[in-house]
């Protein structure tokens, strides 16, 4: 059935602003895009822009909850071992309990894509439960091959009900310091998507290349060092493409930059994580000029505050800047643009999302300006850049279908499952050691 959808503007992000535009939809597709005066007004949000779902190319749903562990602990160890330690007092159904907050947050920010790379699978089963779309890259870890491969399809049997066309399996070998070689190899052979951290940090490159710096007091953590950075070593071996998804890249020489442009790789751009973590400021202008597929990507509490979309967007065009210490390198409708269809390209998905154009899924959100200072406008896209937050999103559509509304969503009942999981993490281990050592039936939720 028809249904159209109109604001005071639509931002189609291929092709300039429409003032008093619509989008028609059908069966869960955009069939037309035009003004409300061709299309009809259908249901009206009045102060409001139409856009494309962002689509969050770096998630981990499953950490929803981390905000603040470890935060400040230069010490990697110290901070790895913080999280290892807190995600081993909680089981299956926390995870899941994580993961569905950790779906909710992302479609209250106007989310309605993720690439998400998922330890346990938990976030498999909530992207399919809350209708958003994703990428779920599960993680594997280690040296050895089939050890990994064997958790890999545990984990992707557990979940397996829960893959769709709108949520498809990957594979995110963790990272070149937790990951072998050959690791990364047999990962590839799987044929699926691939996800993967890379060069994140000054620390992980100097591991990498030499063995030493910060993290050489840790290698009995970590695998062999490769001698060469992760975007050479899979460069080596021809194992970046589009097919893969890098998420960070911030420590970068100009031949690695040139290397993820020409084959193709995507890369998810962090800036909050990277700034919070101390890892420093990825080169996004120099990656654009190269060309590369380039999207914009939340991480997680974990170490970003939140799953805040409108917040990472703002620090992607105001890293840039400082970075560049120029205002134009970067404007707040290029920053739109790598949130939908540049974190799309970057997934893989951009035939499907990321913009509003007939023919593409009907996922989009409608983001309030009412109230603010940023209206009357005539700039809808710095408006919803800088103007922009979850608490300004009316209503986030996936496949045409009101996955979030404002107001209509049991938070509730999400947030207390989820936090009754963060105090379970945040139980003092030896309460839990002695409920283990009392039998199981004290150790159950
Ligand atoms: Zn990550």
């Not at 939809?25 to 037309?32: K, P, S, T, W």
């Not at 400040?72 to 110290?78: E, I, S």
């Not at 300004?392 to 009942?413: I, L, M, N, P, S």
């Amino acid at each position: 059935m028809n249904k159209v959808l109109s604001a005071d503007w639509v931002l189609p992000i291929e092709g300039a602003p429409i003032e008093n535009g619509a989008v028609a939809i059908e069966d869960g597709r955009i069939v037309a895009v035009g003004t409300a005066d061709e299309l009809g007004e259908g249901t009206r949000y009045a102060d409001s822009a139409i856009m494309p779902g962002f689509v969050n190319a770096h998630s981990h749903l499953e950490y929803a909850v981390y905000g603040g562990f470890g935060d400040g602990l230069a010490d990697f160890a110290k901070w790895v071992s913080v999280h290892i330690q807190r995600k081993a007092q909680i089981g299956w159904d926390e995870y899941v309990d994580i993961a569905r907050l950790g779906a909710a947050s992302c479609l209250a920010s106007g989310v309605t894509t993720v690439g998400d790379c998922s330890y346990s699978g938990a976030a498999a089963v909530a992207c399919a439960e809350l209708g958003l779309r994703a990428n779920v890259y599960l993680e594997v870890f280690g040296a050895d091959v089939s050890r990994a491969l064997e958790g890999f399809a545990r984990t992707r049997d557990r979940v397996d009900d829960s893959f769709s066309d709108r949520v498809r399996p990957g594979v995110s070998p963790h990272a070149p310091y937790s990951v072998s070689l050959e690791l990364y190899e047999a990962c590839a052979e799987l044929g699926l998507p691939l996800a993967t951290h890379i060069s994140e940090s000054p620390a992980e490159i100097e591991y990498l290349t030499t063995g030493r710096g910060a993290w050489g007091a840790y290698a009995d953590l970590l695998v062999p060092p490769p001698c060469a950075t992760g975007t050479r070593m899979l460069a080596d071996r021809e194992l970046l493409g589009p097919n893969v998804i890098a998420a960070h890249c911030v420590v970068l020489e100009d031949d690695e930059i040139e290397t993820l442009a020409s084959t193709g790789t995507g890369v998810a751009h962090c800036p909050r994580s990277n700034g919070a973590l101390g890892c420093g400021v990825a080169p996004l202008t120099e990656l654009r000029e190269a060309g590369a597929r380039i999207g914009v990507g939340t991480d997680s509490p974990a170490s970003a505050p939140s799953f805040d979309f409108f917040e990472e967007l703002r620090s992607v065009v105001l890293t840039a800047r400082a970075r560049a210490q120029r205002p134009d390198v970067l404007s707040a409708a290029d920053a739109l643009e790598l949130g939908t269809i540049g974190s799309a390209r970057a997934l893989g998905l951009d035939a499907e999302v990321g913009t509003l154009a007939p023919g593409k899924r009907a996922d989009l959100a409608v983001v309030s300006l009412g109230g603010s200072p940023y209206l009357p406008w005539d700039d809808p896209a710095t408006a919803v850049i800088f103007g922009g937050s979850p608490e300004r999103v009316v209503a986030t559509f996936v496949d045409g279908e009101a996955r979030y509304e404002k107001g209509g969503f049991e938070w509730q009942e999400l947030t207390a499952a989820a936090h009754s999981a963060r105090r379970a993490m945040l139980a003092p281990p030896e309460a839990v050691a002695l409920a283990e050592a009392a039998g199981p039936s004290l150790r159950a939720r």
